[in-house]
């Protein structure tokens, strides 16, 4: 269990770094870790007028390939869920929005320092069903 816990620990640090660099870009944080039935989105915010649901990942190194590999198709249609309850909920139906996601390779204890290179690819995919 402790694994779990400190790999939690870890994404909770890397979103917070996310999130202030899509603040440097302009984007307002709206919500960290929207959750609900269908799952988790890691930040909610606005980039002018579009919503924005952005997914976070994480890499130490390549081993595993880039961090935003990891948002694959499955892990699209839960994010796309969980936008779509979000969007019932808050009553915004008719709101433009978009999926981000944010790559972070590199790390360290000293999160704000230890990364080697942050990316953000806009609309980086299309709601799945």
Known sequence: MRRKWN???TGARYEQVAGAYLESQ???ILQYNYRCRQGEIDIVARDGEVLVFCEVKFRRDL???LPEEAVNY???RVISKCALHYLTV???SEVQC???VIGILGGGEDVEHSFSSIRLYKNAFDYRE
């Open 7 to 9: 790999n939690r620990r």
């Open 26 to 28: 302009g984007y307002r």
């Open 63 to 65: 081993s595993s390939g």
């Open 74 to 76: 499955r892990k699209q």
């Open 90 to 92: 808050h009553g915004l």
């Open 98 to 100: 978009r999926f981000d």
